[in-house]
């Protein structure tokens, strides 16, 4: 039982990490139907600058601020630079772009920063709690609520805000969207920074538990888009469930089946659910428009 | 001057580069520039087939490069075959393999096609990884000689390693691009771009959408599986990288960079990411920004490629 | 069409021929992986390799003439590594390679300085480089194997006799664990479980976890490089775990007891290089003034910690210059030679004595056993 409970402790740790970057795609893409592949690359932003910003010497938490800023403003930036502007083109034109996005902010974080590998104290100290006969760290359990808070705030404000209401009637008909008086590129922005954000947020909450370095976010990157994907690209709901989902299914593999084949799992789960349902777990119904 | 099919005129070109430019090699370093361009060249030609044409992606190419690499790598060994038949066997086995995991991916449509494409590429370099006994494990494993160049040698034909793969490889990319083109002109292939244009509307004239899908993504597995062949026979040498999620999105981004929509033109854009570390090394710090910023400016401001995007500006010049 | 083609790319080729040109009497050619996922080992061996060649012309180059380093970063891509191979020699013309930070980047190289005759000295472990040995390829890391049996000659001391074992799966972590498991049997251990983590992995108690659980197991040993065994070593403590933890020398540096936590790292034990332990090495002990000087110079220049990866680059160029000195040419036969006929060099690694049959030239006692004693490296006696 408390074998049990360990792997599901571990589960939930990795799985909070892949779902706060999950629900960061989600963000973006209901924005403007594009899958930012570069998300990756603001969580490895998130734990680069607190760690760069707290051994110059700033206390912990103002680094955090800092990063998580300067990485909306970069989030910001890229959506200016590259994302407007090549805005209709097709997906795979769209891949391209964002991974190239992705390349050169691991580039240049190799440049300002190092290739080293960094980290910082965790926020509550190291000292693991006993629940049950398992351990967790007390880091894993700000970083699941972070994820819980990310999603319970972007729920309310889907739902309950007018300014979300109109991120939502961007995504569902942009033209639309415009005819009613929504200005859409303030939508984009918006999404960009919260997306971002909530990126580098992931960075700052992981980093004590995962270590960060320059080349760490393309696979926080595939993890949440597999995440994301699993539960239905566009629903902060299946976003959540679908990044908690792998983290999960790769601890139990590891405990109890084969921990050489464990991102397998997680894989062969992904292409199952995709055969059965296309649209993910939660994902709408969309319609191809001739 | 008489006029030229596009078809003959992309031939005539092809063939012309591989026989030119070796006058004006430096050293032999500039053969095997040219081997890998024409092997790069050879896999971007199947994604022309698969993105240009049918309008599918796939994420997870290098899969099949990774098969039809190591099927040259441990056919000889264990099965006691030819190197040249191994690359045939790596080619059925990805052919069929694209058959099998086609038909029921193919059903999804961008971002979902994406990410199972990605899943499948993952499974298959995870097997090559974690494989050790048969693979040799993330150490590679060494891959038997062709013997082609000393068959040639005993024909009077005595060329030096680098010479001999420049000249396989281009031979080989030529085939692979006479058989897309023709591909383009037949029945299936205005099949096929008829999909690209709209699936819906290929299916109300009465196209079989799945099945001219699926041909796609079979065809471009096997272009894929060659090339992989390719590399390993010509490295002697082979390493899961030939299957890794970066080799995937390389083999798209040379495509696209290119321009997907024509064979020169993906064959131009692995060139130039063939080329473009090469010529970095100097600053090869900003290897990687570079990179990223060719990938986005091109895609951003040159969205059909840089070839057909040159092409126009020639001929908006000429005119 | 055709014409604007065929004349313009030629010429980009040419023009890259060019940017690669330079003038100088020994020039020495070097592909690591400063870049992808082998990063963490290449970057420190090509900073390594650009501030020794810049030192050693500062004093006045190898007999009297300037050495020019030619470096690539090939990205741990094997297929890349063959093209710079390829390219250092017959388009930079170099007289020696050093490089190939992973096996596999290794393998790749070897085989065109073999055709080609070039000496090629590998900084990877596997012990497939050298074995056979091949006329023109020399190592200066410890094999893999070295590492398994100097780690079981120590648990044979301990009276342990059931291991678990926790494996990276990028090549260093699974090329170990394959030769771990193939010499176990030599000290009479068993390994009774036997797991991996993928190198990205954020958490690895789940795999922890099952090794604790397994009936008799005395202590864990756990192959790999990167930030995998850091976040092993603090799972390691997070399940209160009190078996001994054994790493490899892969991340025999000061750097893994900071990113592990010193609480966590405390007793932890693994083969390492005198390196690390360059105060505590003995004033006689013919190591020391080398250690010391790398160690200084690399901290001074860059810092950060050195480690045992960039110790391989130091030796494998200090190895190069002995033999260019020695020889008095730098015909890269008369290196080969010299470097065959290498004997009594001081390394950071160990002290290299080559022969026609050993082109790696360490044995076991170039490794000293080393735990985390107060949050630093002590020898174990």
């Known amino acids: 039982m408390s074998e049990l409970l360990q792997f599901l402790f571990s589960g939930l740790t990795v799985g909070a990490v892949y779902a706060l970057v999950a629900l960061g795609f989600t963000i973006i893409y209901n924005a403007s139907d594009v899958v930012n592949f570069a998300q990756g690359e603001f969580v490895m932003l998130g734990g680069m600058i607190t760690w760069f910003a707290h051994a110059a010497g700033l206390p912990l938490p103002l680094a955090a601020l800092i990063a998580i800023v300067a990485t909306a403003a970069l989030g910001v930036a890229i959506n200016k630079l590259a994302i407007e502007p090549a805005r209709g083109a097709p997906v795979v034109s769209l891949i391209i772009i964002t991974i190239g996005a992705s390349v050169f902010l691991q580039g240049a974080a190799q440049l300002v920063f190092d290739k080293q590998i960094h980290s910082f104290p965790a926020f509550s100290g190291d000292t693991p709690l006993r629940i049950g006969g398992a351990t967790i760290q007390p880091q894993s359990l700000w970083v699941i609520g972070g994820a819980l808070l990310v999603f319970v705030g972007l729920w309310l404000f889907f739902t309950r805000t007018l300014l979300g209401r109109a991120v939502l009637a961007t995504s569902n008909n942009r033209l639309a969207a415009q005819l009613v008086g929504i200005n859409t590129n303030f939508v984009m922005t918006l999404s960009f920074a919260l997306s971002a954000g909530i990126g580098a947020l992931a960075g700052v909450l992981a980093t004590p538990i995962t270590l960060t370095a320059y080349n760490v976010g393309i696979g926080f990157a595939l993890k949440g888009f597999a995440g994301a994907m699993l539960g239905g690209m566009g629903n902060p709901k299946g976003a959540l469930a679908g990044g908690f989902l792998i983290g999960l299914i790769e601890a139990l593999t590891a405990g109890y089946l084969s921990s050489t084949y464990k991102e397998a799992a997680a894989f062969v789960v992904i292409l199952l659910v995709l055969f059965f349902m296309p649209q993910g777990l939660f994902g709408r119904k969309s319609t191809e428009r001739v | 001057m008489p006029k030229l099919t596009a078809k003959s005129a992309t031939l005539l070109v092809l063939a012309a580069l591989i026989a030119v430019t070796p006058f004006f090699f430096p050293s032999g370093y500039y053969y095997r520039i040219g081997a890998l361009i024409f092997v790069n060249g050879l896999a971007v030609t199947g994604i022309v087939i698969l993105t240009g044409y049918a309008g599918q992606i796939s994420l997870g190419h290098a899969g099949f490069a990774g098969i039809g690499g190591y099927a040259c790598a441990l056919a000889p060994t264990h099965l006691g075959l030819h190197p040249s038949l191994a690359v045939v066997l790596g080619a059925v086995i990805s052919g069929v393999l694209a058959y099998l995991v086609g038909r029921p991916i193919l059903r999804l449509k961008g971002y979902y096609l994406a990410v199972a494409t990605l899943g499948f590429g993952i499974l298959v370099s995870m097997v090559l990884n974690n494989e050790r006994r048969l693979t040799g494990g993330p150490d590679g494993i060494a891959v038997p000689e062709l013997g082609l160049r000393g068959l040639l040698k005993d024909w009077g034909l005595d060329l030096t390693n680098g010479e001999f793969w420049y000249f396989f490889c281009g031979l080989v990319l030529l085939i692979g691009a006479w058989i897309a083109l023709n591909l383009h002109q037949s029945p299936s292939g205005r099949a096929l771009r008829a999909l690209h244009g709209s699936e819906i509307a290929a299916g109300t004239v009465g196209i079989d959408v799945a099945r001219v899908k699926l041909q796609a993504f079979v065809i471009s597995a096997v272009y894929a599986s060659v090339a992989g062949s390719l590399v390993a026979l010509q490295n002697k040498f082979i390493t899961p990288d030939v299957a890794g999620f970066m080799h995937s999105i390389e083999m798209v981004t040379m495509a696209v960079l290119g321009g997907a929509g024509s064979v020169l033109g993906a064959i131009f ?14 600053f090869a710090e900003y290897e990687q920004l570079v990179l990223g910023l060719v990938m986005m400016l091109v895609m951003i401001f040159l969205r059909e490629g840089l070839l057909p995007s040159i092409l126009r500006k020639l001929r908006g010049r000429g005119e | 069409m055709k014409k604007i083609l065929t004349t313009t790319v030629p010429a980009a080729l040419i023009a890259l021929g060019l940017a690669g040109a330079a003038s100088a009497e020994i020039k020495i050619g070097a592909s690591v992986s400063a870049t992808g996922p082998a990063a963490f080992l290449g970057d420190p061996e090509a900073k390594t390799l650009e501030m020794l060649v810049e030192e050693l012309n500062a004093k006045g180059g190898i007999n009297g003439e300037q050495v020019e380093l030619v470096l690539y970063d090939d990205g741990g891509d094997a297929n890349k590594a063959r093209t710079f191979a390829t390219r250092l020699i017959e388009d930079d013309e170099v007289q020696a390679i050093i490089g190939g930070t992973t096996t596999g980047t290794s393998m790749s190289i070897l085989a065109v300085a073999e055709d080609a005759e070039i000496p090629f000295i590998s900084l990877a472990g596997a012990i497939d480089i050298i074995q056979p040995v091949k006329p023109f390829t020399f190592k200066t890391p410890h094999t893999d194997r070295m590492a398994c049996q100097k780690i079981f000659e120590d648990m044979q001391k301990n009276g342990i006799q059931k291991i678990g074992m926790i494996s990276g799966t990028d090549g260093f972590g699974a090329s170990m664990q394959a030769q771990c498991k193939d010499v176990v049997g030599e000290y009479g251990i068993e390994i009774a479980a036997d797991e991996t983590y993928d190198p990205r992995d954020a958490d690895m108690t789940a795999q922890l976890t099952k090794i604790r659980n397994t009936e008799g197991v005395q202590a864990v040993l756990n192959p790999g490089f990167g930030q995998g065994p850091s976040i092993v070593t603090r799972n390691y403590r997070q399940l209160g775990i009190e078996l001994p933890l054994y790493q490899s020398h892969g991340v025999a540096s000061d750097g893994f007891i900071e990113l592990a936590g010193q609480q966590a790292a405390e007793g932890v034990r693994l083969p390492g290089t005198a390196l690390l332990v360059a105060d505590l090495l003995a004033e006689d002990d013919p190591q020391k003034p080398v250690v010391t000087a790398y160690k200084t110079a690399f901290e001074a220049k860059f810092k950060e910690p050195v480690g045992t990866f960039g110790g391989y680059a130091h030796d494998g160029f200090a190895l190069l210059v002995d033999a260019v000195t020695r020889a008095g040419s730098a015909e890269p036969a008369a290196i080969r030679d010299a470097l065959e006929q290498t004997s009594g060099l001081a390394g950071t690694t160990g002290i290299y004595t080559m022969s026609a049959e050993d082109h790696l030239g360490l044995d076991l006692s170039a490794f000293r056993m080393l735990e985390v004693k107060d949050g630093s490296w002590s020898i174990v006696e």
């Open chain 2, 269 to 282: 854009g692995a060139g130039i990411l063939t080329l473009l570390p090469q010529a970095l090394t100097v």
